[in-house]
């Protein structure tokens, strides 16, 4: 296990990716991934959403430079959105990464703005950014310790538009070589907990729960993945709220994976409005 803690927005992405990775519903998705002999990545994507009517599409291209420790990455979509990245690790500072971002819209002439840089060694991860917007420019900055298993983050961000905080986040927590425990609580109001622990090769499981202080509401989910003998994957989810998700992921092919999903109310199976959703990704 590395002595590296993720980045405060990744400490409890094990957790997260098992709740919401491959449930794609209620969409229908498409994407094709390719990559030159120059090295130049490519991959287009296109989507229909089921319960809004609303078809978007996007191209993302991607150049790195290695030797330069330089990675150049745009996105057009169907939004008339542009956005563009350029990130740099130079050789000569391990663990240093810079990274500028814009978005552009087309329709309304908008821009945006991101200054963002991190630096990690052993033991630590800390970053900060500065989101240029136009109303004014909002500073975060986040660090994770971690030593022997257990970690602490904290998370604050400042609007110089409403002089107020817009983030104050702590996050406590351990991780084992084989399970990840995370607790943050966020503007002193909301407390959220994940567990995901990897029982085998084959299996996951995963458990969240929720509670905000004002309203004394809580939300609590649970999660299982598992790998059959031919590489498919299986995944379920069920929530507090009687809602149950499903998803299965098959290779038909060499660099072609389809994933259909689902989305069932328990409380109401005879109402309707249960969500569908199925992606097919090319990769060759």
């Avoid at 120059?38 to 991959?43: D, I, K, L, N």
């Avoid at 917007?133 to 660090?143: E, F, I, W, Y």
Wanted: hydrophobic share 30%; with cysteine; proline share 2%.
């Amino acid at each position: 296990m590395s002595n590296t803690p993720p980045l405060f927005g990744d400490l409890d992405k094990s957790a997260k990716d098992l709740f919401d990775k491959n449930f794609d519903y209620p969409k229908f998705k498409l994407s094709l991934k390719t990559k030159t002999e120059s090295g130049v990545e490519f991959e287009t994507s296109g989507s229909h959403d089921l319960d809004k009517g609303r078809t978007q599409g996007s191209l993302k291209t991607k150049l790195k430079f290695p030797e330069q420790g330089v990675v150049v990455s745009e996105s057009w979509n169907t939004n008339a959105e542009l956005d563009t990245e350029l990130t740099y690790e130079p050789s000569r500072i391990k663990g240093l990464k810079l990274t500028l971002s814009s978005s552009f819209l087309a329709a309304s002439g908008h821009k945006t703005g991101k200054l963002k840089a991190s630096y990690r060694g052993e033991y630590f991860n800390v970053e900060g950014d500065v989101d240029l917007q136009v109303t004014g420019p909002v500073v975060k900055a986040s660090s994770v310790l971690q030593y022997k298993g257990w970690f602490a983050g904290f998370l604050l961000g400042y609007s110089t538009a409403t002089a107020k905080l817009a983030n104050n986040d702590l996050s406590l927590g351990y991780q084992g070589s084989d399970f990840t425990v995370c607790s943050t609580v966020s503007d002193i109001q909301d407390l959220h907990t994940s567990v995901h622990h990897k029982v085998n090769n084959k299996t996951e499981v995963g458990l969240t729960t929720g509670y905000n202080v004002q309203t004394s509401s809580v939300s609590l989910g649970l999660a299982s993945k598992y790998t059959l003998d031919d590489g498919a994957v299986l995944k379920t989810k069920v929530n507090h709220m009687g809602q149950v998700g499903v998803s299965y992921s098959q290779i038909i092919r060499d660099g072609v994976k389809l994933t259909l999903s689902t989305l069932v109310d328990g409380r109401n199976i005879n109402a309707g409005g249960h969500k569908l959703g199925v992606a097919l990704d090319f990769e060759p």
